[in-house]
């Protein structure tokens, strides 16, 4: 059986990561209190904000960007986006 966590994104037990996404005591929040499902969501978005933003892993800044915009996701608050994305319509 999978394990479940009370996921903070989407306010509700939700199946949980298979293992924290990143070292050290913010992995072990994030497994702690994030679902898989609202992880998928931040890696989808982190990967347009990469894209469109033409963003560099190497720079420091870019990483303190991203963290602080996986938290705002997390979170429910405001959080940018990728300026030239257009969802697809259902």
């Known amino acids: ?3 479940t966590v009370f996921c903070k994104k989407f306010q509700e037990e939700l199946e949980g990561l298979d293992a924290p996404p990143m070292p050290g005591s913010k992995g072990q929040e994030l497994y702690e209190n994030v679902s898989k499902k609202a992880w998928q969501e931040w890696q989808a978005q982190q990967t347009m904000l990469i894209n469109e933003k033409h963003l560099s892993l190497m720079d ?3 990483r ?3 963290q602080a915009q996986m938290d705002r996701f997390l ?3 405001p959080f940018d986006k ?3 994305y257009v969802p697809p319509e259902n």
């Open 75 to 77: 979170n429910n608050e």
């Open 60 to 62: 420091p800044n870019t």
């Open 64 to 66: 303190k960007y991203l």
């Open 82 to 84: 990728a300026e030239g």
């Open 1 to 3: 059986m999978s394990r």
